[in-house]
């Protein structure tokens, strides 16, 4: 859900009446009812100020699109601040801009990982230009309308308080940089650049619209990749019974819909292989496109099992699909039309 989408020149119109937060914050009760806090919104009081300097330029359309709180679907993420519209050859663009108001930054050994200080002390934080890639990924990944009308995700990241670039750029962090660039205080004409780059005609097609309906489902690709990781790892081959459970599972997970809804409870004592059919479930219920998520209370069995499915400790696509159960906590109820156990 977005929570504030106009065209560049009606977005400057609202900074220029000095109403851009009141009416973001209004967005916010309406769509998503839940109150704003003080901090939240005299972020959008400094940084949305910010981006209006930058995109107060002639090389941006004035019919490009913006977007302001992009809820991606299906998680707790959200995307700060969105510009669309498309390049010379007609190709559609979205850049996905990741802003912070940190003004102090400190190294960690930790990988993509940051130190910065709030009010209650210091903490460790992604770096904002994986925070801006991974979005970009989870679109690429579970957005149809991004991955099969060949829409362009350009993420970056603005810091706009922030004047000291030796920490946020430093080669540890090359890697997501390459992949999202960072932009500083000092850096207003290089981002008006790299917007400008790629939007130089205006959202045409509502672009944000489009992405803001369509549908939340595994691309083939992604799908293809988990299963191909499966079949290589030994660990995760199924014998007996864990076999005939997953076809069963996988049967009523096919023939569930809306109005259909099943359980398969799945009884067995340690080390009976309950984790292997659900990792194995997960693939191929991803692979019949469907929309999966392995839901563990304790983080521990999570990171292991997306560990040995990236090959590495690092985050990546693969992670959308492990969740905690807190994360289901203001899910409405449903009703189920059949219980199955085994």
Same mark, same amino acid.
């Given at each position: 859900?977005?929570?504030?989408?106009?065209?560049?020149?009606?977005?400057?119109?609202?900074?220029?009446?000095?109403?851009?937060?009141?009416?973001?914050?209004?967005?916010?009760?309406?769509?998503?009812?839940?109150?704003?806090?003080?901090?939240?919104?005299?972020?959008?009081?400094?940084?949305?100020?910010?981006?209006?300097?930058?995109?107060?330029?002639?090389?941006?359309?004035?019919?490009?699109?913006?977007?302001?709180?992009?809820?991606?679907?299906?998680?707790?993420?959200?995307?700060? #601040? &969105?510009? =669309?519209?498309?390049?010379?050859?007609? *190709?559609?663009?979205? !850049? +996905?801009?990741?802003?912070?108001?940190?003004?102090?930054?400190?190294?960690?050994?930790?990988?993509?990982?940051?130190?910065?200080?709030?009010?209650?002390?210091?903490?460790?934080?992604?770096?904002?230009?994986?925070?801006?890639?991974?979005?970009?990924?989870?679109?690429?990944?579970?957005?149809?309308?991004?991955?099969?009308?060949?829409?362009?995700?350009?993420?970056?990241?603005?810091?706009?308080?922030?004047?000291?670039?030796?920490?946020?750029?430093?080669?540890?962090?090359?890697?997501?940089?390459?992949?999202?660039?960072?932009?500083?205080?000092?850096?207003?004409?290089?981002?008006?650049? #790299? &917007?400008? =780059?790629?939007?130089?005609?205006?959202? *045409?097609?509502?672009? !944000? +619209?489009?992405?803001?309906?369509?549908?939340?489902?595994?691309?083939?690709?992604?799908?293809?990749?988990?299963?191909?990781?499966?079949?290589?790892?030994?660990?995760?081959?199924?014998?007996?019974?864990?076999?005939?459970?997953?076809?069963?599972?996988?049967?009523?997970?096919?023939?569930?819909?809306?109005?259909?809804?099943?359980?398969?409870?799945?009884?067995?004592?340690?080390?009976?292989?309950?984790?292997?059919?659900?990792?194995?479930?997960?693939?191929?219920?991803?692979?019949?496109?469907?929309?999966?998520?392995?839901?563990?209370?304790?983080?521990?069995?999570?990171?292991?099992?997306?560990?040995?499915?990236?090959?590495?400790?690092?985050?990546?696509?693969?992670?959308?699909?492990?969740?905690?159960?807190?994360?289901?906590?203001?899910?409405?109820?449903?009703?189920?039309?059949?219980?199955?156990?085994?």
């Amino acid at each position: 859900m977005i929570v504030y989408k106009k065209s560049k020149g009606e977005f400057l119109t609202d900074i220029e009446d000095f109403i851009i937060e009141d009416i973001v914050r209004e967005n916010v009760h309406a769509k998503l009812h839940r109150k704003v806090g003080d901090s939240e919104y005299r972020s959008w009081q400094n940084s949305l100020q910010y981006m209006g300097n930058i995109l107060r330029s002639e090389a941006i359309p004035l019919d490009a699109g913006i977007a302001i709180e992009y809820n991606i679907p299906r998680t707790g993420n959200r995307i700060d #601040f &969105i510009v =669309s519209g498309q390049d010379d050859t007609g *190709k559609e663009h979205a !850049i +996905l801009i990741e802003l912070k108001q940190w003004d102090n930054v400190q190294l960690t050994e930790k990988d993509a990982m940051v130190r910065t200080r709030f009010a209650h002390g210091p903490s460790d934080e992604l770096h904002p230009s994986y925070q801006a890639w991974s979005y970009s990924a989870l679109l690429y990944g579970f957005n149809e309308t991004v991955y099969t009308e060949n829409i362009q995700l350009n993420p970056c990241a603005y810091l706009h308080n922030c004047k000291d670039l030796s920490v946020i750029t430093n080669p540890f962090y090359g890697e997501y940089i390459a992949k999202a660039p960072v932009f500083c205080k000092d850096d207003k004409i290089q981002l008006r650049e #790299f &917007i400008a =780059s790629f939007i130089k005609h205006g959202d *045409k097609k509502d672009l !944000i +619209l489009r992405i803001e309906n369509g549908r939340i489902r595994p691309s083939k690709a992604l799908a293809d990749n988990i299963n191909s990781m499966l079949k290589g790892n030994a660990e995760f081959v199924m014998i007996d019974a864990q076999k005939v459970i997953q076809e069963e599972a996988l049967a009523i997970a096919t023939s569930s819909s809306a109005s259909k809804k099943n359980v398969l409870i799945v009884h067995g004592g340690p080390g009976t292989g309950k984790s292997v059919v659900a990792i194995n479930l997960l693939a191929k219920v991803t692979k019949k496109g469907l929309f999966a998520t392995y839901v563990t209370r304790n983080s521990a069995p999570r990171v292991v099992y997306e560990s040995k499915l990236t090959g590495s400790m690092r985050r990546s696509a693969i992670s959308n699909f492990f969740k905690g159960s807190g994360a289901f906590t203001d899910t409405k109820n449903q009703c189920l039309r059949h219980a199955y156990r085994r």
